[in-house]
């Protein structure tokens, strides 16, 4: 059977809720896919359980008001638990299959989101490297500290929440390693000041950080992870480093688990797969293009696609909703988009780019390989077999390097180390954006494949 | 409380709870061994990206342990 619907969204965070919302009253009738099991997205994770949920979020609110509004919607169709695996168009639709369902419609909003940055360095396949957001999800959406002695490190203001949600729980924080220098704040602050909220919301998580006596440092990176015999983490190489992220001084840190994260990369596998068009942002990263009106740039005219949230650029939950609020009225094609949302969109914008100049990933990060050190955790190349690839077989970019090591074609496609990869190249933005794109969003068994009668 | 088996051993879990999460609780972190090295790996994303925490889940392999909740009476393996 094929489900139609007026405007599909897909993802159910801050940036899809609000599309759906604004979508469904300014009139059109509204499917909203997201493959979890509760709406919220990564940022509003939780347990369904109210009070463990007010407890786990500091600003849980306005995440609960906006999922009973999209819930109560009758506007507004949810389908939970609906991992899409494939996109295209076909006779001038857009056609998505779940592994359950197929959705069929004319008009698209991507608000997929983000996943944690990671950077390769010797030891991060250790089981208790994890990343910063692994941390968050298993104490937001299973009410569950990630061990027993937790560093968190590597760049972001993600940092802070992460570790003092730990540390507010009762799980002990050994060490939080910031890689930018505390004076590279200043850079920021004039934008920082013009949102006030965001300065109290971080003061309160340096306040708990404080008020549990957890060391925070500046200018520190892990920079090797060590396994005890049972071949689980036993300790990190903490660095103090400059800021092209070169090795000053190391020391040694005990530690079960490592939670560390370099920022996002945006999930824009949707958009490889129906040819929309992607750049380059400034931060690096591939991201999907879009207009005034957040619509994103393809080639065929009966059909409309529209990306919100972290997909089109890094920028938090306020400039998600305002995104997506956008997004949701121009394709229900609402003429009531107001300057002040666009004005609201501008400003979280200017906020997210100065905060991206604030935490940097130097180059240096690549010092820290050694030739073991595996790049595609999926496939295990090392960076010896990339460095081959590059110097003996002639790979001049991550497409070269792929066809002849493997690197970025195991089971995440390239989603973790493809970044990575991109960087160690030094590669262009069409490397970039060709090695970010993905013909399948998701890998499903040949198994899956023959009972859908696709073999 | 529901109770689940690892490796044939019976665990206990909350209701709810991913199955990263309920091996976590209960000192559980490997998943599953690598094909070609035959390392061990464990939970490292957390949010069904990475496909590291693959286990054989109710005899079913390469399932994603981190976005599927656990449930009473599901047999969970390490995946090798």
């Not at chain 1, 935490?359 to 050694?370: D, E, F, H, K, N």
């Not at chain 1, 074609?409 to 590669?427: A, E």
Request: with cysteine; charged share 20%.
């Amino acid at each position: 059977m094929i489900i139609n619907h007026q405007i599909l969204v897909l993802g159910g965070g801050p940036a899809g809720l609000n599309a759906a919302k604004y979508a469904a009253n300014a009139g059109a009738d509204v499917g909203l896919i997201d493959s979890g099991v509760r709406l919220g997205g990564q940022y509003w994770r939780h347990t369904g359980d109210i009070s463990v949920d007010h407890a786990m979020h500091h600003n849980f609110d306005q995440g609960s008001l906006l999922i009973d509004a999209v819930l109560t919607n009758p506007q507004i169709k949810v389908y939970l638990e609906c991992q899409i695996w494939s996109v295209s168009i076909v006779n001038d639709s857009i056609v998505l299959r779940s592994l359950f369902q197929i959705f069929q419609t004319q008009k698209l909003i991507i608000a997929t989101g983000a996943y944690d940055r990671s950077i390769p360095f010797p030891g991060w396949d250790i089981p208790g490297v994890i990343t910063a957001g692994a941390a968050q999800a298993l104490l937001k959406g299973s009410g569950v500290i990630a061990g027993k002695n937790i560093v968190v490190a590597g760049t972001g203001p993600f940092l802070l929440p992460v570790a003092a949600g730990i540390s507010r729980h009762g799980g002990n924080i050994v060490g939080v390693l910031e890689a930018a220098y505390k004076t590279s704040w200043v850079k920021g602050i004039t934008t920082l000041i013009r949102s006030p909220f965001k300065i109290v919301e971080g003061f309160g998580y340096i306040k708990t950080l404080r008020k549990n006596k957890v060391e925070l440092r500046f200018g520190h990176a892990v920079t090797a992870a060590h396994a005890g015999a049972d071949g689980l983490l036993e300790s990190v190489t903490v660095a103090n480093i400059d800021r092209n992220f070169n090795v000053k001084s190391t020391y040694s840190l005990k530690c079960d688990v490592a939670a560390i994260s370099w920022g996002f990369t945006p999930d824009t596998s949707i958009a490889g797969a129906l040819d929309v068009r992607q750049r380059v942002n400034h931060d690096g990263s591939v991201i999907i293009e879009v207009d005034d009106d957040q619509r994103a740039i393809q080639s065929n005219a009966l059909i409309e696609i529209y990306a919100a949230g972290e997909s089109t650029g890094i920028g938090g939950s306020e400039l998600a909703l305002a995104e997506g609020a956008i997004a949701g009225l121009a394709a229900a094609h609402d003429p009531g988009i107001s300057n002040q949302l666009r004005k609201l969109r501008r400003r979280a914008q200017k906020f997210a780019h100065t905060l991206s100049k604030v935490y940097p990933v130097a180059s240096g990060w690549q010092s820290w390989l050694t030739s073991e050190t595996l790049i595609c955790r999926c496939e295990e190349v090392t960076y010896q077999t990339v460095r081959e690839a590059a110097e003996e077989l002639g790979a001049i970019d991550a497409r070269g390097a792929k066809l002849m090591t493997r690197c970025g074609m195991g089971m995440c496609q390239g989603r973790i180390c493809g970044r990575s990869i991109s960087d160690l190249f030094d590669g262009n933005q069409v490397d970039r954006i060709q090695f970010a794109s993905r013909p399948i969003i998701t890998p499903i068994t040949l198994g899956e494949l023959a009972q859908e009668g696709l073999l | 409380m529901i109770t689940f088996t690892f490796n044939g051993v019976e665990l206990f879990a909350i209701s709810g709870q991913s199955v990263s999460a309920a091996l976590l609780t209960n000192n559980e972190r490997i998943t599953r061994y690598t094909r070609i090295n035959n390392s061990p790996r464990g939970l490292f994303c957390g949010i069904g990206v990475c496909f590291d925490c693959l286990l054989i889940i109710d005899g079913k392999p390469n399932q994603r342990g981190c976005i599927t909740m656990v449930q009473s009476g599901m047999t969970v393996e390490i995946q090798k």
